[in-house]
């Protein structure tokens, strides 16, 4: 009986630490996306260069968690990600191999932010689950932060 409790009490304390886990902001939100993504528009404004360095490295507050920023050359290829930097980012599919890349490039407008909703894994998994990036345009470069929802 007393195991039985104590086992209960275990399984109560792991739920909860999930719960309070996810609401203390274990994954990035679409507001600190959105705010991310304002962030990257303006360094690139500044100066392209430096900015794209810092996105592909998540240095100077451009990685946050599960949030990063992104962005594609008007070649089509990656010019700043973590992983795919120079890989072409207009071929790119989503898990469902759904066209996402061409996408993102379709939406992207100078000024204005769009929502490209797919299917991608949580760092660290291979379980698609569903992804939002915003994403907008910046001179030449189609730039965006995604989160999951």
């Known amino acids: 009986m007393f195991k039985t409790i104590i086992s209960a009490a275990c399984a109560v304390t792991l739920c909860a630490s999930a719960t309070l886990a996810l609401a203390a902001g274990e994954f990035g939100t679409a507001a600190e996306a959105r705010a991310m993504l304002d962030k990257a528009v303006s360094a690139v404004k500044a100066d392209k260069a430096a900015a794209l360095a810092q996105f592909a490295k998540g240095e100077g507050g451009f990685k946050d968690r599960d949030l990063y920023p992104f962005c594609g050359g008007p070649d089509g290829n990656f010019t700043a990600h973590p992983s795919l930097n120079g890989k072409s980012m207009k071929d790119l599919k989503d898990k469902a191999d759904q066209p996402l ?12 932010v769009s929502e490209v909703a797919y299917q991608w894994p949580r760092p660290g998994s ?13 001179g030449d470069q189609v730039c965006a932060v995604g989160y999951y929802q």
């Open 101 to 112: 890349g061409s996408k993102f490039y379709e939406q992207a407008k100078e000024g204005a």
């Open 126 to 138: 291979t379980d698609p689950v569903k992804k939002v990036s915003l994403v907008t345009k910046v």
